[in-house]
């Protein structure tokens, strides 16, 4: 009886190993099919991405801007965390001056930048700096200032300090000074020559 045992014990010993091999390469092939599905999956976003940006490129040089506006609104949807989606439609609304619109997306484009790249990358630069525009546009000089000089302290942190992105913000930043000292100028001479202002500008200018 126990040479009986013995003798089914090893027969059955590669029975159980080919069983195991079988299991491991079921087991493999399942790992590569998901990995083929989730690729075969980006690679259908990203050319949809294309598609979208593609169309609404198109509709924005034609002047359809409601089309144009649902299909990079429709672009950002496919990937509500991928940074160069939420650029992208922050630029578009810059272009056609929708500011809020533009801000929602940048602030959207930061967020996500800290939590994936770190605070101090710089993606998070590059939407301070376009946050830093809209500020300065609508004549926030104090809050595009301090988004200003927070990328541009990341960008010196990154890069060379004689970089070119250190000194496009340095120079916006000197335009934010000189516009911040007219209007205390024209504020001042508001106040001293009430609705006469604009002669003495006008003979300032002329002398």
Not at 18 to 43: F, G, W
Request: charged share 30%; hydrophobic share 40%.
């Amino acid at each position: 009886m126990k040479q009986r045992l013995m003798l089914l014990f090893f027969l059955l010993i590669p029975v159980v190993a080919s069983a195991q091999r079988t299991r491991q390469r079921v087991v493999k092939s399942q790992k590569t099919q998901k990995v083929m599905a989730k690729n075969d999956s980006t690679i259908y976003f990203a050319e949809l991405a294309r598609d979208y940006f593609e169309k609404c490129q198109h509709f924005k040089v034609q002047n359809q801007m409601d089309s144009a506006t649902y299909y990079i609104e429709l672009r950002a949807g496919l990937d509500t965390i991928c940074v160069e989606y939420l650029r992208d439609a922050g630029d578009f609304f810059m272009d056609i001056d929708a500011y809020s619109q533009a801000e929602m997306y940048y602030q959207r484009g930061l967020s996500h930048s800290k939590r994936i790249f770190g605070e101090r990358s710089d993606w998070c630069a590059l939407f301070l700096q376009q946050i830093a525009d809209i500020c300065y546009i609508q004549n926030n000089y104090s809050e595009s200032l301090k988004n200003y000089r927070e990328a541009m302290a990341i960008y010196k942190q990154n890069h060379e300090e004689h970089d070119a992105s250190v000194a496009k913000i340095m120079e916006k930043i000197s335009t934010i000074y000189k516009d911040e000292a007219e209007d205390s100028a024209l504020a001042k001479l508001k106040e001293l020559y009430g609705d006469n202002h604009k002669s003495v500008i006008s003979d300032l200018e002329n002398m």
